[in-house]
């Protein structure tokens, strides 16, 4: 689990006549009347996931599913990118294809990404890093996801990558 250090510097003018209290197992340090706080804190997952989105540059590409305007970059490849960037940070996140028909035919079909935080699956939309849930999928009016653990994959190797379909209800 990551850890981030946050250190708090005051500065007194004087003696310092208050007495200092627990931190939370912070180091105290009193210098020449300055006073570091040295406290670590753990990471959740999601703040580590939240952190990564921040600064990956996936959702910055440009949308492109015409291949007469240039090099196609649609919803698989943000998709797959995001799964790939996210590996590089010891971070697994899985991709997901959602849809209307249980068969995924057609073109109501659309890639996201996955994460399993705490038993609870969260989707993310790589073109925006906006997080959903199940029941934000359903409102939206897909009906049908198909999993893939290996996110990376996408789009270019669909079929040999192994797949878990889920009806929501």
Known sequence: ???IIIFIVILSCGCI????E???GGEIIILNNTIEINNTIELTEIDNLT???ESDSTN???????????VIYNCGFFARDLSR????????????MVGTHPRFNGCDNHAINYIIIDEEMIFIEPQNDM?????????QGWGYIRLWEDGSMMPTNWRGNRAYDIKIE
């Open 1 to 3: 689990m990551n850890k």
């Open 17 to 20: 006549n208050t007495p200092i």
């Open 22 to 24: 627990d931190i939370g």
């Open 51 to 53: 952190i990564f989105l």
């Open 60 to 70: 910055e590409h440009i949308y492109n599913d015409d291949p007469y305007f240039g």
């Open 85 to 96: 960037n996210a590996s590089e940070h010891n971070i697994s996140i899985g991709g997901a």
């Open 131 to 139: 997080l959903l849930t199940m029941d934000d999928l359903k409102l």
